[in-house]
């Protein structure tokens, strides 16, 4: 078996080793999973520079979700070998194997697509939680967000149309409208210093109080010039390596609020009935084809250096994933 490891925090590409890992027996009611498919995703970048909110103890072995086929199992009929499950959320995905109770495993739907469905626990909850926990949306109503492109993006036009909301996703790449209009988003448009009358454009003038920021500095402070009194943005992520910010005309005299978002304490605080109900729900969305991000490129273990590269170029067309056994 083998594993990514990193045994300090810095530079990805100079910190991530390939490594043998011992073939441990079960112990009573654990189950074995070879790894079918694993992303490369921001959080991941974040933890290896050392930048997370949540840092391991090291060495460690990187990696959030993904998907494994059950090879082996001790003393439990929670699941059978040949079984496609759901990795454990946080359980270190990158490498060959993974062992876990048998009783924590989720299966995935029949007929679900193992790639999209590596991807669920992470962007999907996030767009979702976005959309639901800040503003009470009415069918019709206008959402703004930047970085659309992105998988919390993309995830989000397929959710606010599906709830029947109508959005505005910021790019930074006109070539991007499209592909986004294809999946469903109602506006595009290019960021700039001017988005505040793009939006208003695009919307016919509507109020629009809540938007999500996954870039930080100037771009949070343009969504919020772009919101109706009393309207939200929600940062959840900085892309730009900046904190987020409002302008004084939104906070002060726009009552713009700056909230954030982050899925690890949204799970510390939720209970597991209300975790699982929503997990169940967009894990029959991407079973059904109703949510999908697209798929940049695939490599194997052993190709982490190019995989951490690509993860980390702009301008990708989609997520990087892992085949540790090379079976998708």
């Known amino acids: 078996m083998k594993a990514v490891r990193f045994s300090t925090f810095g530079q990805p590409l100079k910190v991530v080793e390939v490594v043998e890992e011992p073939d441990a027996p079960l112990q009573p009611g654990e189950a074995r999973m070879e790894v079918l498919a694993t992303p490369i995703n921001p959080s991941d970048l974040l933890t290896l520079t050392g930048q997370y909110g949540q840092l391991p103890k090291l060495p460690a072995v990187p990696g959030n979700e993904g998907v494994g086929r059950v090879v082996e199992v001790k003393d439990s009929t929670a699941v059978r070998v040949g079984d496609l499950v759901f990795l454990p959320l946080g359980s270190g995905t990158w490498r060959t194997h993974l062992t876990a109770p048998a009783e924590a495993l989720v299966q995935l739907p029949p007929g679900t697509d193992v790639k999209q469905a590596s991807m669920m626990f992470i962007n999907p909850p996030t767009a979702e939680l976005l959309l639901k926990q800040y503003v009470t949306l009415q069918p019709g109503e206008w959402v703004l967000q930047n970085a659309a492109n992105s998988a919390v993006g993309r995830y989000v036009i397929s959710l606010a149309k599906l709830a029947g909301y109508k959005t505005v996703n910021v790019v930074r790449r006109e070539e991007l409208a499209p592909e986004l209009t294809a999946l469903g988003a109602d506006a595009v448009v290019v960021d700039s210093d001017n988005l505040p009358e793009r939006v208003r454009e695009v919307t016919g003038g ?30 959840y992520g900085v892309m730009s390596g900046k904190g987020p910010k409002l302008s004084a005309a939104a906070s002060i005299f726009k009552d713009i609020t700056l909230r954030g978002f982050w899925l690890v304490l949204w799970m510390k605080r939720t209970p597991r009935e209300e975790q699982r109900a929503l997990f169940a729900r967009l894990a029959g969305l991407i079973a059904n084809g109703t949510l999908r991000t697209p798929v940049e490129g695939t490599f194997p273990l052993e190709g982490i250096q190019d995989a951490l590269a690509r993860a980390m170029e702009g301008g990708r067309a989609g997520k990087v994933l892992l085949t540790p056994n090379g079976k998708v």
Do not use: E, I, W, Y
Not at 221 to 227: A, C, E, F, I, P
């Open 206 to 235: 509507a109020k629009v109080r809540l938007a999500f920021d996954a870039v930080g500095g100037d771009g949070t402070q343009r969504l919020g010039d772009s919101l109706a009194p009393g309207g939200v943005v929600v940062n």
